[in-house]
């Protein structure tokens, strides 16, 4: 794969009086993680008049979510000086129809920027936020997101990702970004608090390592309609829909070994 870099700062400075952000209390009471995601879009071709728009769109919305842009200062807050944010473009020698088809998930790990290690912990000095298009021969782009999960969740990012998605149509974001010190002002962060009150402090005793085994279920147009014809309402998306019934044969599943005489007890994150 040949892969460039550039740092993506903010449209516009951020003010010197946010340069500081403060996590809440309760960031500061989970694991301090990067949590990975990738996303795949179809598409005709990625010129680089296509690429360099992107980039343009996420710094016009990085102004917003300032913080993304910036690196960790320490275990309670980040620091937003636009530093910037650190977006990746490989280019990779196959259709993203053949992949998709039958995923490779040890090629997987290759759609996410070098410095991303499933084992590493955001250090003092580590981006927030790290960005990576994956260009596919036939135009589609897996997109991997990788991000500090004490300044971000999955709620902030998916804000992120419709403004984001909105500015690069040209259709503007006005929503504001859920970081702006609402968290920080209603749960300030307590410096003080004993180890004994972190919830998940410890919660790597409760995992194991070992041989384990990943699965695809694929959910086709059909498939989908009847699960959805199962629901007393019609609001219900697709995403919706099959996670629901994931969640049902999870709960289905974990009654079943509990009442087991020789089940194991489950910690669920």
């Known amino acids: ?16 009086h946010l340069r500081i952000y403060n996590i809440s209390l309760l960031d500061q009471m989970i694991p301090c993680i990067y949590v990975p995601l990738v996303l795949y879009f179809y598409g005709a071709d990625n010129d680089n008049d296509r690429i360099q728009h992107l980039k343009e769109s996420l710094s016009q919305t990085l ?28 280019k990779v020698k196959s259709q993203m129809k053949d992949f998709l088809q039958n995923p490779n ?25 790290l960005i990576q298009l994956n260009c596919f021969d036939c135009g589609g782009i897996a997109m991997s997101i990788t991000f500090a999960h004490s300044i971000a969740d999955m709620a902030s990012v998916s804000t992120f990702l419709r403004c984001w998605a909105a500015n690069a149509r040209g259709l503007g974001f006005s929503q504001a970004s859920p970081l702006l ?6 749960f300030p962060h307590n410096p003080s608090l004993p180890n004994k009150f972190m919830t998940f402090l ?12 990943i699965r695809r279920y694929v959910f086709d147009a059909s498939a989908l309609s009847f699960l959805k014809a199962q629901l007393s309402s019609s609001a ?34």
């Open 63 to 90: 102004a917003t979510f300032y913080p993304f842009a910036g690196v960790i200062r320490d275990a309670l807050s980040a620091d937003c000086s636009d530093q910037g944010l650190p977006f990746y473009v490989a």
């Open 202 to 213: 410890n919660y790597h005793k409760y995992l194991s390592c070992g041989k384990f085994v």
């Open 236 to 269: 219900a998306s697709r995403v919706n829909v099959v996670t629901a019934l994931v969640w049902k044969c999870f709960m289905e599943a974990v009654a079943e070994e509990t009442s087991r005489e020789d089940g194991k007890p489950l910690f669920m994150i």
């Open 181 to 186: 010190c609402v968290a920080q002002s209603s």
């Open 105 to 129: 998930f040890q090629f997987i790990n290759k759609f996410f920027p070098h410095e991303y290690n499933i084992e590493k912990q955001p250090c003092p000095g580590d981006s927030i936020m």
């Open 1 to 16: 794969m040949e892969i460039s870099i550039e740092k993506i700062k903010p449209s516009s400075p951020t003010p010197r």
